[in-house]
């Protein structure tokens, strides 16, 4: 036939394109009711990611020109929300005219009421011959109707 290794792929990626070029009334991409959804069954609410506890964690000991030191680096508790922020159309994987080797993705984050956020808890503590630091930060991120454009 046509298709000798199957057409899952094209059949599968078809219903994708059609749901990431629909828009709602409010111009969000009709992509977030499948990432709300899928999103749910991880955090318990649509559209939020929550992974608690230790992502990363990292021991270092360093010894250079006299400079004694061990490190530990952590990354704790990251909270992805309002993954459901897509604005239509979204757009992967598009060949682009003359660049046989290329392909477009597009995108607009945080669109909508609420902005795309992400959050993690970093952890940076050292102790040296004479200096101990202990910093445990929470750094954010928050994106309001952000164009995104890849080209892979």
Do not use: C, W
């Amino acid at each position: 036939g046509e298709s000798p290794y199957g057409n899952l792929f094209r059949m599968l990626y078809g219903f994708l394109e059609e749901i990431m070029s629909k828009a709602d009334e409010n111009g969000l991409s009709k992509m977030n009711d499948l990432l709300a959804s899928l999103t749910e069954r991880q955090s318990n609410e649509g559209g939020e990611l929550y992974y608690a506890g230790e992502l990363f964690k990292q021991d270092l000991d360093i010894a250079l020109n006299g400079l004694n030191a061990a490190i530990e680096l952590g990354v704790s508790d990251l909270r992805v929300s309002n993954i459901d922020s897509l604005g239509a159309p979204v757009k992967v994987l598009q060949p682009v005219k003359g660049e046989s080797s290329v392909l477009n993705n597009t995108a607009s984050i945080g669109v909508g009421v609420n902005p795309f956020r992400t959050e993690f808890r970093l952890l940076i503590k050292g102790k040296g011959n004479e200096v101990e630091v202990h910093n445990d930060l929470v750094l954010g991120l928050s994106l309001e109707n952000v164009g995104v454009m890849l080209e892979v």
